[in-house]
């Protein structure tokens, strides 16, 4: 399994990015992704994650502002950041698992592969 995360970059606060994440070698038709951030000297935070059935979950300091979206003929998850603050600059980390355990969607320890990381900063 492979996951490739991009998009990332510099941007004023206020502004917006989307996120990217291209997963091959993945051939479970029910499965679970998600987004996680880790700024310098923090643990890495669940921000968003999708489930094939469509539900999804965010943490409280980004919802109403960030979108996590699946393109599921391109293999693709997507995060679209909009009004982003300076905190929320962080290496920003895609994930996938098949099989979730309740409750710990935004757990980095539900998930079994993971991306390498794009750089978001917010200035």
């Known amino acids: 399994v492979q996951l490739v995360e991009s998009g990332g970059g510099s941007v004023e606060a206020g502004g917006s990015l989307r996120l990217s994440c291209v997963v091959s070698?993945?051939?479970?038709?029910?499965?679970?992704m998600a987004w996680f951030r880790q700024a310098p000297g923090n643990e890495r935070e669940g921000v968003a994650a999708f489930s094939t059935a469509g539900l999804t979950w965010y943490a409280g300091s980004v919802q109403g502002r960030f979108t996590i979206s699946h393109d599921n003929g391109l293999m693709t998850l997507y995060l679209q950041m909009d009004n982003l603050k300076p905190e929320d600059t962080a290496v920003y980390f895609c994930a996938a698992t098949e099989s979730q355990v309740y409750g710990q969607h935004l757990s980095s320890k539900m998930y079994k592969y993971w991306g390498q990381g794009t750089q978001v900063t917010v200035s």
């Open positions: 070698r993945f051939s479970f038709s029910v499965y679970y």
